[in-house]
T-cell receptor, first 112, second 112 residues
């Protein structure tokens, strides 16, 4: 089955720790995205990548970092510099500009 | 900057009835795409319907249709014959280039 997987589903972190969220897709999509969703709000773009070894900042990139070493993988690191990291994180991918973005099931990150 | 506004935080509809969710957006672009996504309690984002701005004809997908008014920058979603499974958060989204901008969402409740 083709799709997007995110792991883990739930993640707990202590303040001051970095943590990495995994996102893998087997849809052969070129573009991948990371979004953050807070309660009662829509999704906000953190980072996106259109090709391997290239990525761009979204609207709320501060305190986050990404890498795109493989077409299938786009991990997101939430660093200690992110002041309010507790949120729901969604990864997405798409073929081309203007096309549907397919979403993964999400990771719920809680900072203790 | 592009913005998307959903003015109805919450809506209710009786099963089998019709409901319309509102969305307005602000952009100076002439070529863009608009989407409605559904997020049920599982939090999986599901594409409901897609509209290309250059197309005058309103998009339709089974019980879901849109009223796209480009000059007014309005993009409402009509759900006909509402079903219990339609209960979810609905997000309107605008895309120019590869970036999706989401509204804050409308919670749709379906009464049996």
């Amino acid at each position: 089955d083709g799709g997007i997987t995110q792991s883990p589903k739930y993640l707990f972190r202590k303040e001051g720790q970095n943590v990495t969220l995994s996102c893998e897709q087997n849809l052969n999509h070129d573009a991948m995205y990371w979004y953050r969703q807070d309660p009662g709000q829509g999704l906000r773009l953190i980072y996106y990548s259109q090709i391997v070894n290239d990525f761009q900042k979204g609207d709320i990139a501060e305190g986050y970092s990404v890498s795109r070493e493989k077409k299938e993988s786009f991990p997101l690191t939430v660093t200690s510099a992110q002041k309010n990291p507790t949120a729901f994180y969604l990864c997405a991918s798409s073929i081309l500009e203007g096309n549907e973005q397919f979403f993964g099931p999400g990771t719920r990150l809680t900072v203790l | 900057a592009q913005t998307v506004t959903q003015s109805q935080p919450e809506m209710s509809v009786q099963e089998a009835e019709t409901v319309t969710l509102s969305c307005t957006y602000d952009t100076s672009e002439s070529d863009y795409y608009l989407f409605w996504y559904k997020q049920p309690p599982s939090r999986q984002m599901i594409l409901v319907i897609r509209q290309e701005a250059y197309k005058q004809q309103n998009a339709t997908e089974n019980r879901f249709s849109v009223n796209f008014q480009k000059a007014a920058k309005s993009f409402s979603l009509k759900i006909s014959d509402s079903q219990l499974g339609d209960a979810a958060m609905y997000f309107c989204a605008y895309m120019a280039g590869n970036k999706l901008v989401f509204g804050a969402g409308t919670i749709l409740r379906v009464k049996s």
